[in-house]
């Protein structure tokens, strides 16, 4: 984990963090151009909103890849340092599953009170939809 100066920060700096601070996650050791996170995307539209947020689809603007983002509210975490280090750890995992049945997640990252995810585009629709229309997967 990062700042947005690029200082490697530890647990114990995460408990000391304010509210509207900006933290990279960086699982691979890969440095963050903190600037060029999002930049590095158009986002093009709402792919769909529940109680935590949006998902929008993107697109790489060198790769042309599509991507789905999501940005999910996370103020109320924000104050309970053992659920957010749960974000990170389940961020952590999600990103070193690779399975042709699994949507890979290739960055994650806190911005201000949003957690911000940036996976792979599966059309398609929604995956409930799809198995209560065909009773399984």
């Known amino acids: 984990m990062f700042d947005k ?13 304010n509210s509207g601070d900006v933290v990279y996650i960086s699982n ?7 600037n060029s996170v999002l930049s590095e995307y158009d986002l093009k539209e709402v792919l769909g909103e529940g109680g935590f947020g949006k998902v ?13 983002i999501k940005f999910m509210d996370v103020t109320h975490y924000l104050s309970h340092a053992s ?10 995992a999600l990103q070193k599953l690779d399975h042709n049945n699994i949507i890979h997640l ?11 995810l940036i ?8 995956l409930l939809e799809r198995v209560e229309k065909k009773g399984s997967l």
């Open 28 to 34: 691979k050791g890969e440095d963050f151009n903190y």
């Open 119 to 126: 996976m792979e585009f599966a059309g398609g629709g929604e």
């Open 83 to 92: 659920q957010i280090e749960e974000i990170y750890r389940e961020a952590d």
């Open 5 to 17: 100066e690029g200082v490697e920060l530890f647990e114990a700096d995460m408990r000391m963090l």
């Open 106 to 116: 290739y960055k994650a990252f806190v911005q201000k009170k949003e957690v911000i």
């Open 56 to 68: 929008y689809l993107a697109v790489d603007r060198v790769s042309g890849e599509k991507v789905a």
